[in-house]
């Protein structure tokens, strides 16, 4: 097993409610559309319906209509992701009680922005991580790969059981919101998504024993992939001039619907377990119709995605970083107390998901 020491989640300062967002956006997404038209009432509707109350940004929201095209946003997706980036990734550690001289690997994920050098290289330096540690820049996943994330440095740590590993998620979506967009696609993302980063810290079995880590410390015992069929267009992005447009189809839901339930019974029957013994979930927030997807696919208690629901309503949908903020709100604000496993789950670009089975 690999052992989870330290996680922690950050937004940016600049928090909104979304009636304030929605007004911003609709001018922005819409540009000269009326007020009172038909495709500003239908953009209202979508931000009314979106479950989300408050957001965080990485701008003022005065200043993304002077945002001049791609290659400003992504100046903006570094400068703010490093210092978030740093803020988790030091707060992590803090939690772990580790150094960042201790940190053997550090993988980065992100789908709101690039940067060559990548992140983790650029946070070598400002937080003092040795020069030989092992990098890995993730691209392309999206919401999937906060839950991914951990099951790679899961699998790193197997062959590694003395290491230490940390996963740093930097999303900042609402720099990709496209101007003069009026597809639903993006309506959806200009309701729905919101800025933040996170850090997860994990460490190997010898490690663990070696610092006389608790048993009541989440562990991760194993993990899954599953890519859909026919599936490539069901979310992601179009990149072009404009920099990320964002691919979002209907169907997200009716994928939940159709292979969910199977991917968990299968998944835990492989370690004599079944849905019902499961106490927690950890659940991307990805958006009301898909969180009551996961409930329906799963047969829940009306109770078990809580904790998914106060996070999209609080912050919004992160992509990668929602679930991890969820994990750390579960470990902060609902312990488990029955010792019962949990799944922490996700879905993403593919369209895929991925599971991880946890002990605490």
Same mark, same amino acid.
């Given at each position: ?38 495709? #500003?009432?239908?953009? @209202? %509707?979508?931000?009314? /319906? !979106? &479950? ?6 990485? *701008?003022?929201? =005065? ?22 980036? #740093?803020?988790?990734? @030091? %707060?992590?550690?803090? /939690? !772990? &009680? ?6 053997? *690997?550090?993988? =980065? ?252």
């Amino acid at each position: 097993m690999s052992h989870v020491l330290g996680v922690s989640g950050a937004v940016p300062g600049r928090a909104h409610p979304q009636h304030e967002i929605t007004a911003a956006f609709a001018d922005l997404v819409l540009g000269a559309e009326p007020p009172g038209s038909p495709k #500003r009432r239908l953009l @209202e %509707q979508v931000h009314a /319906s !979106a &479950g989300v109350r408050t957001r965080h940004l990485a *701008l003022p929201l =005065t200043e993304y209509a002077g945002l001049a095209g791609f290659g400003a946003a992504n100046d903006v997706f570094i400068e703010v992701g490093l210092a978030l980036g #740093r803020q988790v990734i @030091e %707060q992590a550690l803090r /939690s !772990a &009680g580790l150094a960042p001289a201790d940190v053997d *690997l550090l993988a =980065t994920t992100t789908v709101t922005g690039v940067a060559a050098p990548s992140l983790d290289a650029r946070l070598v330096g400002p937080l003092g991580l040795r020069d030989d540690v092992k990098r890995v820049p993730m691209f392309g996943l999206g919401c999937v790969a906060g839950a991914a994330g951990i099951a790679r440095l899961h699998d790193h740590l197997r062959g590694d059981p003395d290491g230490v590993a940390v996963l740093l998620s930097v999303e900042l979506c609402s720099l990709t919101v496209q101007r003069g967009d009026a597809s639903a696609a993006n309506l959806v993302g200009s309701a729905l998504f919101g800025d933040g980063a996170a850090a997860v810290v994990l460490v190997g079995d010898r490690r663990a024993a070696a610092m006389g880590v608790e048993r009541s410390t989440p562990r991760v015992v194993a993990t899954r992939s599953r890519l859909y069929p026919d599936s490539e267009r069901v979310m992601g992005w179009d990149i072009g001039g404009t920099g990320f447009r964002l691919v979002l189809a209907a169907t997200v839901a009716d994928l939940v619907d159709k292979y969910l339930a199977d991917d968990v019974e299968l998944f835990l029957a492989g370690h004599g377990l079944r849905t019902g013994d499961v106490g927690t979930w950890v659940a991307h927030p990805g958006g009301p119709k898909v969180i009551e997807a996961i409930e329906r696919a799963l047969d829940l208690p009306p109770d078990a995605l809580d904790v998914t629901r106060q996070s999209l309503a609080e912050v919004g949908n992160l992509s990668s970083s929602s679930v991890l903020h969820v994990l750390q709100r579960t470990l902060r604000d609902n312990p488990p107390g029955d010792r019962r496993p949990a799944v922490l789950l996700a879905m993403g670009p593919g369209f895929c998901s991925e599971l991880v089975l946890l002990e605490w």
